[in-house]
């Protein structure tokens, strides 16, 4: 993954070598933001794929939710969801990605926090819908904040390995999230 010119380093004898453009032995990138991204989206990733599989474990044998109502309620949340793009998108078109981006961010923590006090099929509905309706509408912004951070020159290569970083995390939290489902006690969440 090269996300940034390759620039020639000078080794220890004086001669010039290429240099690397990533760190962490090419596990991370060199420039600051990607990295940063990375980080990210990798956090983001890892707690995407362990929420699909805890998140009906915990519905159906913590708050008592049917199997087919849980999954009928994620389903309503993520039409919700689609539909949400467009008017987050022209949000963040009017008022900067930055700022709406927050602001969806923020608002998805709050609401995915509140799947504590889910009680009744009602509250897991309100709850399942403003977090995931909240956090596909990010994607949009998300993505027009990464035209704006990320270096045209480099753009497509960092959004290749952000999207990248994604497939690991979510691989990686489905996997832990596997191992949760086979213990089937209420310990591991």
């Given at each position: 993954m090269t996300t940034t010119p390759l620039r020639k380093?000078?080794?220890?004898?004086?001669?010039?070598?290429?240099?690397?453009?990533?760190?962490?032995?090419?596990?991370l990138p060199a420039d600051p933001v990607l990295r940063l991204a990375t980080v990210l989206t990798a956090v983001n990733s890892l707690g995407n794929g362990l929420y699909f599989p805890l998140g009906v474990l915990y519905f159906t044998r913590i708050v008592g939710l049917e199997a087919t109502s849980v999954g009928l309620g994620m389903t309503v949340a993520g039409l919700v969801g689609v539909a949400a793009g467009v008017p987050a998108g022209r949000a963040a078109d009017r008022w900067g990605?930055?700022?709406?981006?927050?602001?969806?961010?923020?608002?998805?923590?709050?609401?995915?926090?509140?799947?504590?006090?889910?009680?009744?099929?009602?509250?897991?509905?309100?709850?399942?819908?403003?977090?995931?309706?909240?956090?596909?509408?990010?994607?949009?912004?998300?993505?027009?904040?990464?035209?704006?951070?990320?270096?045209p020159a480099t753009r497509v290569e960092a959004r290749a390995y952000l999207r990248m970083v994604t497939n690991v995390g979510m691989g990686v939290g489905g996997a832990l999230g596997a191992v949760a489902l086979q213990v089937d006690t209420r310990a591991p969440i």
């Open positions: 380093a000078v080794d220890q004898e004086g001669g010039s070598r290429a240099g690397r453009a990533t760190r962490a032995g090419g596990l990605a930055r700022r709406v981006g927050s602001w969806l961010w923020g608002g998805t923590g709050i609401a995915t926090a509140s799947y504590v006090l889910v009680g009744s099929y009602a509250a897991f509905l309100v709850a399942v819908i403003c977090s995931t309706g909240l956090q596909m509408a990010s994607r949009g912004v998300q993505g027009a904040l990464y035209a704006e951070v990320l270096p």
